[in-house]
T-cell receptor, first 119, second 114 residues
Framework: AQKITQTQPGMFVQEKEAVTLDCTYD???????LFWYKQPSSGEMIFLIY??????QNATEGRYSLNFQKARKSANLVISASQLGDSAMYFC????????????????FGQGTILTVHP | DAGVTQSPTHLIKTRGQHVTLRCSPISGHKSVSWYQQVLGQGPQFIFQYYEKEERGRGNFPDRFSARQFPNYSSELNVNALLLGDSALYLC?????????????FGPGTRLLVL
């Protein structure tokens, strides 16, 4: 079963506008963390933002915020005031605290969304 | 402070050869994880090491092995290379492994198998 689903293969946004990248997840573990990473064409995976399953408030980091809807199992990334440098692939990932066995420590990634920012 | 470093940055091998990829974690981080990212897909978990012991393993064949050294650096070894092993290999480090610590990634090693 797909644990992380990113349904938008590609998104386009105008510079200075806000954009939302969708992510839904599937887990039966009550303790988990959700992460968003940015991957430019250079390949490095850059950590953006983290949301824990027990966090009461949505995470924010500068222009990045996470719209966490636990009951819907969604963790959408919102980028405000888009910049040309935001053009990249974006991945949603999850780690389950009680994964157990050989899956301990495993980050499970979605397929990614390519974001293109137009001037 | 230096981030996660990986070497080499690029590598070309032929089928049947073996390869060793290296990773140095962020200073103070004791856990290293390895991921394989095939073109067009998200990274897939290969291994996690903490305090020189394997703590997690993904669904990869025994041709893949790794180890962690006393200074917390790590090596990923792949034997009997196949064309399908061509990918970006990412190393990530975290402080520990018992919680939901953030994993910070290095720039990756691009492996091409001909």
């Amino acid at each position: 079963a797909q644990k992380i689903t990113q349904t938008q293969p590609g998104m386009f946004v105008q510079e200075k506008e806000a954009v939302t990248l969708d992510c839904t997840y599937d887990t039966s573990d009550p303790s988990y963390g959700l992460f968003w990473y940015k991957q430019p064409s250079s390949g490095e995976m850059i950590f953006l933002i983290y949301q824990g399953s027990y966090d009461q408030q949505n995470a924010t980091e500068g222009r990045y915020s996470l719209n966490f809807q636990k009951a819907r199992k969604s963790a959408n990334l919102v980028i405000s005031a888009s910049q040309l440098g935001d053009s990249a692939m974006y991945f949603c990932a999850m780690r389950e605290l009680n994964a157990g066995g050989t899956s301990y420590g495993k980050l499970t990634f979605g397929q990614g969304t390519i974001l293109t920012v137009h001037p | 402070d230096a981030g996660v470093t990986q070497s080499p940055t690029h590598l070309i091998k032929t089928r049947g050869q073996h390869v060793t990829l290296r990773c140095s974690p962020i200073s103070g981080h004791k856990s290293v994880s390895w991921y394989q990212q095939v073109l067009g897909q998200g990274p897939q978990f290969i291994f996690q090491y903490y305090e020189k012991e394997e703590r997690g393993r993904g669904n990869f064949p025994d041709r893949f092995s790794a180890r962690q050294f006393p200074n917390y650096s790590s090596e990923l070894n792949v034997n009997a290379l196949l064309l399908g092993d061509s990918a970006l290999y990412l190393c990530a480090s975290s402080l520990g492994f018992s919680g939901l610590e953030t994993q910070y990634f290095g720039p990756g090693t691009r492996l091409l198998v001909l």
